[in-house]
T-cell receptor
Framework: NAGVTQTPKFQVLKTGQSMTLQCAQD?????MSWYRQDPGMGLRLIHY???????DQGEVPNGYNVSRSTTEDFPLRLLSAAPSQTSVYFC????????FGSGTQLSVL | GENVEQHPSTLSVQEGDSAVIKCTYS??????FPWYKQELGKGPQLIID?????GEKKDQRIAVTLNKTAKHFSLHITETQPEDSAVYFC?????????????FGTGTRLTIIP
């Protein structure tokens, strides 16, 4: 049982590039979410989904897109990366409790 | 929306002593309060949680207390060990927005001194 799997673990982008952070869970959880973690700011919710086909915005959604075509997968897309998006990104899924993946460290130059 | 404040931001305690981390929340409707431990290079891991119909919950060396009137909750770690060194986050959620929309504190870096 892998839990929540995120790829890649590290990524460096140039300003303006696009990329997709992958997230998959094997616990059959309906709820999935993306957080970003910045020094001194804790974890902030970007987007979340309560089931396949349903997504909603969190606290800091600007610059990010999500989709939920299957229960297992919840990718996060950066359409045009900016230095302000340099952060550590965590995907999470929830049954009774919220479980986090191991994170993706993203640097935008 | 909800606002969660966490103190202290750093905490160093001697091995074997107790550690206490405190959080306050702003939304009186919040009813779920988890605590997460994050080790270096890893994602946050749930260590204990409490709901607003309970005042205290304990799991071995870890306990959480909740004061709904004052809108604050605390994490207590007794008999600290080196493996307790990590960053700890508190969080709160309001059922109106769904327990999925957790609001996190800014974290406490706990260092256990051997």
């Amino acid at each position: 049982n892998a839990g929540v799997t995120q790829t890649p673990k590290f990524q460096v982008l140039k300003t303006g590039q696009s990329m997709t952070l992958q997230c998959a869970q094997d616990m059959n959880h309906e709820y999935m979410s993306w957080y970003r973690q910045d020094p001194g700011m804790g974890l902030r919710l970007i987007h979340y989904s309560v089931g396949a086909g349903i997504t909603d915005q969190g606290e800091v959604p600007n610059g990010y897109n999500v989709s939920r075509s299957t229960t297992e997968d919840f990718p996060l897309r950066l359409l045009s990366a900016a230095p302000s998006q340099t952060s550590v990104y965590f995907c999470a899924s929830r049954g009774e409790k919220l479980f986090f993946g191991s994170g993706t460290q993203l640097s935008v130059l | 929306g909800e606002n969660v404040e966490q103190h202290p931001s750093t905490l160093s305690v001697q091995e074997g002593d107790s550690a206490v981390i405190k959080c306050t929340y702003s939304d009186s409707a919040s009813n779920y309060f988890p605590w997460y431990k994050q080790e270096l290079g890893k994602g946050p891991q749930l260590i204990i949680d409490i709901r607003s119909n309970v005042g205290e919950k304990k799991d071995q060396r870890i306990a959480v207390t909740l004061n709904k009137t004052a809108k604050h909750f605390s994490l207590h770690i007794t008999e600290t060990q080196p493996e307790d060194s990590a960053v700890y986050f508190c969080a709160a959620s309001n059922p109106h927005f769904g327990n999925e929309k957790l609001t996190f504190g800014t974290g406490t870096r706990l260092t256990i001194i051997p």
